[in-house]
């Protein structure tokens, strides 16, 4: 969980909410997690969110969490069921899942944690290989990838 300031959605004063980006194991699905208590006016929120991440929220998980790497270790033939996973997961155009398999094998993309081991486990699920390591880069400098809807996070 990432610590991030904000206003109560009730009184408008300054708060103190807790935000994170889990893998929901038994669907396969991210979800995102959101809470706060207001100490000016009691208000209490507790959300929990398999659509979208706000963009607002995913920076402040990766700059606190780091970025990390789906590393994606078939080729030729395997590489292209690969991608078909990976765009179904993540609702790519076919442009863009196709720009995705010629970085194959080697590091696809750059997301949070959570969605990179969702991706790796869809994947290992087909019996395809893959990792996942942390980022060793800075912030900023990260090509990261988002497609569709939002990034990474429209996946199933």
Same mark, same amino acid.
């Given at each position: 969980?990432?610590?991030?300031?904000?206003? =109560? +959605?009730?009184?408008?004063? @300054?708060?103190?909410?807790? *935000?994170?980006? &889990?893998?929901?194991?038994?669907? $396969?699905?991210?979800?995102?997690?959101? &809470?706060?208590? =207001?100490?000016? =006016?009691? #208000?209490?929120?507790?959300?929990?969110?398999?659509?979208?991440?706000? @963009?607002?929220? %995913?920076?402040?998980?990766?700059? $606190?969490? +780091? /970025?990390?790497?789906?590393?994606?270790? #078939?080729?030729?033939? %395997?590489?292209?069921? *690969? /991608? !078909?996973?990976? %765009?179904?997961?993540?609702?790519?155009?076919?442009?863009?899942?196709? $720009?995705?398999? !010629?970085?194959?094998?080697?590091? *696809?993309?750059?997301? /949070? !944690? &959570?969605? /990179?081991?969702?991706?790796?486990?869809?994947?290992?699920?087909?019996?395809? !290989?893959?990792?996942?390591?942390?980022? *060793?880069? $800075?912030?900023?400098?990260? @090509?990261?990838?988002?497609?569709?809807? +939002?990034?990474?996070?429209?996946? +199933?």
């Amino acid at each position: 969980m990432v610590l991030i300031y904000g206003l =109560c +959605g009730n009184c408008d004063q @300054d708060i103190q909410m807790l *935000v994170g980006h &889990s893998l929901f194991a038994l669907c $396969k699905k991210l979800v995102w997690h959101l &809470s706060y208590s =207001c100490s000016h =006016c009691g #208000e209490a929120i507790e959300l929990n969110d398999t659509h979208t991440i706000p @963009d607002e929220i %995913r920076e402040e998980i990766l700059a $606190k969490e +780091g /970025t990390w790497n789906l590393i994606v270790l #078939e080729k030729e033939q %395997r590489a292209t069921v *690969v /991608t !078909k996973i990976m %765009r179904e997961a993540m609702s790519l155009l076919l442009a863009e899942a196709m $720009k995705l398999k !010629k970085k194959m094998p080697g590091s *696809v993309l750059i997301g /949070t !944690k &959570s969605e /990179t081991y969702r991706l790796k486990q869809l994947l290992a699920a087909e019996g395809l !290989k893959a990792s996942v390591s942390r980022s *060793v880069t $800075k912030i900023g400098v990260v @090509d990261q990838i988002g497609f569709g809807v +939002g990034p990474l996070n429209h996946m +199933g």
